[in-house]
Structures are given as C-alpha cells and as structure tokens.
C-alpha cells in the first residue's frame, strides 16, 4: 500500500486543522492506520491509531492528544483523517501516516511496527 498524507501548515494556537492519508493500491479498511510526528532530535511520537476493520476499527491516542484529536476513516475514499482540534505550539512536529496489515494492541503505539510509511506533512501551531 502506498500512502500520501497532506493538510499540514500553519495554524494559531486554539485552532484546528485536519490531516488526510490516502491510500493507493490497497483497501486500507484492511490495514491499521497510525499517526506519529517527529521533531528535530527526537523519535518519532505516537500520536493516533485506527485497527483496521477485521480488528474491530477501534481508535487509540497518545495520553497527550485525547480528548483533542481524533482519528476517522473513509473506506468510500480509502483515507484516514486525523482531526486536530485546540492545538498547542508543542503539537508542531512533521505528521507521518503508516499503516501495517495485523498489529497487536500492544504494538499499535510503537513506529517499528509499521511496515508502510507515507511522507510527512509539516503542522506549526503559533503562540
């Protein structure tokens, strides 16, 4: 599966913005879909995660964007969104999507588990 994600840019703290990942070549119903980010000199963050539909489509968030954002799919459109609401200058990082066909729960939050990657879309949040 190829996967392009766009919607970056930058927006003022408290706003919103929504990021998309298309995917190509497969149904990405059938794969479980994260979002990490990553700034300079550190790893990359966990940041959502869908299952995919075989696994129940549940959603997942890092402890630090719950109740913020929130992850959605679009089978009709084979995307998944990330919706970013009241965002925060720390919230500024490159957004990747990635996406692997059977992932454990437990593994879900971790970067190394992913076997498909799409290029990053930069998001800056102003003070």
């Known amino acids: 599966v190829q996967l392009q994600a766009s919607g970056g840019g930058l927006v003022q703290a408290g706003g919103f913005r929504r990021l998309s990942c298309v995917a190509s070549?497969?149904?990405?119903?059938?794969?479980?879909v994260g979002w990490f980010r990553q700034v300079p000199g550190k790893e990359r963050e966990f940041v959502a995660a869908?299952?995919?539909?075989?696994?129940?489509?549940?959603?997942h968030y890092a402890d630090s964007v719950k109740g913020r954002f929130a992850i959605s799919r679009d089978n009709a459109k084979n995307t998944v969104y990330l919706q970013m609401n009241s965002l925060k200058p720390e919230d500024t990082a490159v957004y990747h999507c990635?996406?692997?066909?059977?992932?454990?729960?437990?593994?879900?939050?971790?970067?190394?588990?992913?076997?498909?990657w799409g290029q990053g879309t930069q998001v800056t949040v102003s003070s």
């Open positions: 070549g497969r149904t990405i119903k059938d794969y479980t």
């Open positions: 869908i299952r995919r539909s075989g696994s129940g489509g549940t959603t």
């Open positions: 990635a996406a692997d066909r059977d992932l454990t729960l437990s593994s879900i939050g971790r970067a190394g588990s992913y076997d498909y």
